[in-house]
């Protein structure tokens, strides 16, 4: 009795991890000498193909274009999980071939287009006439400048206020809005019937990413995604995980930031990460990457009170 049993769990295991997912995973690139992409994610309809997170360079998103292309589909809607540009620069270039596509975003965006965003465009100009800046950092610099000067694809026509869904063929989708997380307004995305959720940045391969993030936000954020029942996470950066590798993403986040958000010193709270985050760190090639950019993280955001103002949604602090 018992091992048959034993052998059907086997055998419903097999059958589950061999399932082809209901949806194209493209992978983001983190390459040494230029910015990042993002993951994206197409879902395809019975007439239609829905995208999440559209890349930055042009040879990311012609991956996604191709995919509508090769099942003759067009674009009708494409879900940013935040405004990053690593994220959102493709919108422009799938729009201009499928025009029609809806853009459902948090309005988070408008603010950073009067703040972070803007806040390097001198410096990238004098890039643009610097002989020594290579080609390919200057070839970003353009892709940056003309995401900014382009607000109409970056600033939803279909804001996400809140918890809402929206159906591909007999698919629906349930989006989720995570405020003051990895930025001012983090969408996040639950498919219940493929029991995968694709969460943008709040959680990034080998280490969170704060430079626009809020500690407090963020923990609550991945405190409401561990309540879903998923068996497949789709990170903003890196390969999917199992539930149970987020959780340990999850107890490594709360003891990195609860450190950051003490007095310990910052070696510290970079042991934290490097130890409980060990898995995560392995998946970069070079782990003094990790270690330099988590004690950066912990100086130079997480403990300024000026950007923890900013990032956790509190102007009146943020003004001193
Ligand atoms: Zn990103």
Redesign the pocket.
Known sequence: MKSSLLFLTAFAYAAVSAAEPPYTFIE?KVPEDVQ?D?NSIVFEGPKEILVIDTGRHPEHTDKIIAVAKARNKPITAIINT?W?L??ATGNARIRSAYPGAKLHASTAVEEALQGFLIRNVEKAKARLEDPSVPEPRKADTRLYLNAINDPANLVPDQPVKGAMSINVGDRKLQLHLAKYAATEGDVWVHDPASKTVFV??LV?VPLP?FDTGCAEGWRQALAEIDKVDFQTLVP??GLPMDHAAFSNYRSAFDAFTACAGSSQPTASCVAIWMQKGAAFVAMHPDPKYSEAALAYYVDQVLRIPAKRAEYCGNPNEAAR
């Open positions: 983001g990042p993002g935040h990053h690593d994220h943008g940045d990034v990413f903003g950066h």
